[in-house]
């Protein structure tokens, strides 16, 4: 019998959703932290990693890997916006980059 993947469901915040929305739309953000701010946006808007990654062009498995790590950083970033909500930005750029850079971001702060 198989089992069917069923992908993290993704939450934002208002305010997570308008940091990932001006990453999205920045002009002068890198290509990649554009798209996988694009990936969380539209996992939270419901979508599936296939359609996904049909709309924005990139392997399914990508789509999967940063639903998958948005999900496992989203306690620690909810943490952060409730505890230190300026640093809300940087972690969130930290999140989209690796898992690694957002637990170093925390250790500092």
Not at 73 to 97: H, K
Request: charged share 25%.
């Amino acid at each position: 019998m198989f089992k069917l993947f069923q992908a993290p469901k993704i939450t934002l915040s208002p305010r997570q959703r308008q940091i990932l929305e001006e990453l999205k739309k920045g002009t002068h953000v890198p290509q990649h932290l554009a798209q996988r701010a694009t990936i969380i946006l539209l996992a939270a808007y419901g979508q599936t990693n296939t359609k996904i990654a049909r709309t924005i062009k990139v392997n399914r498995n990508t789509v999967k890997a940063w639903r998958k790590r948005w999900a496992a950083s989203a306690q620690t970033l909810d943490r952060t916006e409730a505890d230190r909500p300026r640093t809300l930005r940087a972690a969130i750029g930290a999140a989209l980059e690796d898992a690694a850079a957002l637990e170093s971001l925390l250790v500092k702060s």
